[in-house]
């Protein structure tokens, strides 16, 4: 079994829930017996390549092709030029004519079964190949990219960064509903997303839930040898507008009621690239750890009763609540950040949209944490369940008939 994937940059290291998703489904995907060869980008004006990084990424793959980004002038010129016809984020990781030729041989002696697009933005190359080779194509969906762009386009907290999203947003709709239909099947994240693409006529599609390999999931969910350091807690990437807006609203109107009802509470936010309004937000509440750029995800998530997942915008699914998941702890969350999760996965979550009831959930967890009374176990093993590695068997038929 062999096919080709396009992933939008190097996924390795894993270090946003995207990468994390697609890094995880590559693992799983070799260890079903699929041979891949990975086309994606990285590098140029977004920092060198760690040899390291390749040398990982080929432990998985059987070839691998990166392409650097290119974000000079001439390429911004030339983008803006394409914009009437492909996204912003399409044209930046389109190939130059002999890039292509040689990538197309490369195909060729590989033999590829399928091309794989993993998110809309190397779709250009993806299209290609498959028209060239004669293969059908099949698309991952991470998000209804133009709903989360516009959202996000909605919610950036500066001129620079509204620019840029609004941006990304012109031909986006369009092209996103051209790889549907030229797609023999596509594979969606989230349970809520795959209706939506129904209800618009989209019918080839299956749900495909991000992965949690065994060890990660071993680690995380083992019983704790002690008491976590901190009381309520929270990992993800802190440069998202998003993740920044719900943040903001946790420390600015959730945080003082907890520190209200319980002063000498534990408070960490953990995460990578904390944007400046995460840093002001913490420099105006001192009581709660920043915690930058954690090494391993498994001992933040174990090192706190309560974990919290506080997004009020986006689409798709947060991988950062499927990890929640699988830790020990308590889980509280807004409702935006268990969308496109089945039903058995949110009834694992105590849930509130509003800073009052958000700090009640909190407060309650920790009650019943403390009075020893555990989170259903076979209710968690249950919802667990639908994010083990093997799952990517269920879709080998639909690749390989």
């Keep these: 079994m062999r096919i080709t994937m396009i992933c939008n940059e190097l996924p390795f290291p894993p270090g946003h829930g995207g990468l994390v998703d697609v890094w995880r489904r590559l693992c799983a995907m070799k260890s079903a017996g699929v041979r891949v060869q990975l086309v994606c980008w990285g590098g140029g004006a977004a920092g060198a390549l760690r040899p390291e990084h390749l040398d990982k990424v080929r432990e998985v793959v059987e070839d691998l092709y990166v392409f650097p980004f290119e974000r000079t002038w001439r ?3 030339k983008r803006t030029v394409h914009l009437w016809r492909l996204p ?4 930046s990781r389109s190939l130059r004519p002999a890039e292509f030729r040689s990538l197309l041989e490369a195909q060729r002696a590989f033999d590829s079964q399928a091309i794989w697009l993993d998110a809309v933005y190397g779709g250009e190359v993806a299209r290609g190949l498959a028209h ?3 293969l059908p194509l099949f698309y991952r969906s991470h998000n209804i990219e133009h709903r989360y762009t516009l959202h996000q386009a909605r919610i950036a907290r500066t001129a620079r960064e509204r620019f840029q999203w609004t941006l990304s947003l012109i031909n986006l709709r369009r092209y996103e509903h051209g790889i549907l239909r030229e797609s023999s099947a596509f594979f969606d994240i989230s349970v809520d997303d795959l209706r939506y693409w ?3 006529g989209f019918t080839s599609g299956h749900w495909l839930p ?3 390999d065994e060890s990660f999931a071993g680690r995380l969910s ?3 040898e002690g008491p976590p350091r901190f009381d309520v807690g929270y ?3 802190l440069f998202m507008p998003n993740n920044v807006q719900g943040l903001v609203w946790f420390l600015e109107k959730v945080a003082p009621r907890l520190l209200d009802a319980r002063p000498g509470l534990r408070l960490f936010i953990a995460g990578s690239q904390p944007s400046d309004q995460i840093r002001a937000a913490l420099a105006a509440r001192p009581e709660v750890t920043l915690i930058e750029n954690p090494p391993d995800a498994v001992s933040i998530l174990r090192d706190a009763q309560i974990l919290i997942n506080p997004v009020f915008a986006g689409s798709g699914v947060n991988i950062k ?3 929640m998941l699988f830790s020990p702890a308590e889980l509280i969350s807004t409702p935006q950040g268990l969308a496109g999760l089945p039903d058995e996965v949110k009834n694992c979550f105590r849930v509130s949209k509003d800073e009052s009831g958000f700090a009640s959930a909190i407060l309650d967890g920790l009650s019943s944490a403390a009075a020893g009374r555990i989170a259903d176990s076979e209710s968690r093993a249950a919802a667990r369940s639908y994010f083990r590695a093997k799952r990517i068997d269920d879709i080998l038929p639909v690749l390989f008939r």
């Design 235 to 237: 990992l993800g990437n």
């Design 210 to 212: 991000p992965l949690v």
């Design 132 to 134: 060239e080779l004669k």
């Design 198 to 200: 129904e209800k618009l």
């Design 88 to 91: 912003w984020r399409v044209a």
């Design 321 to 323: 609540s499927v990890e």
């Design 222 to 224: 083992a019983p704790r």
């Design 75 to 77: 390429s911004r010129i």
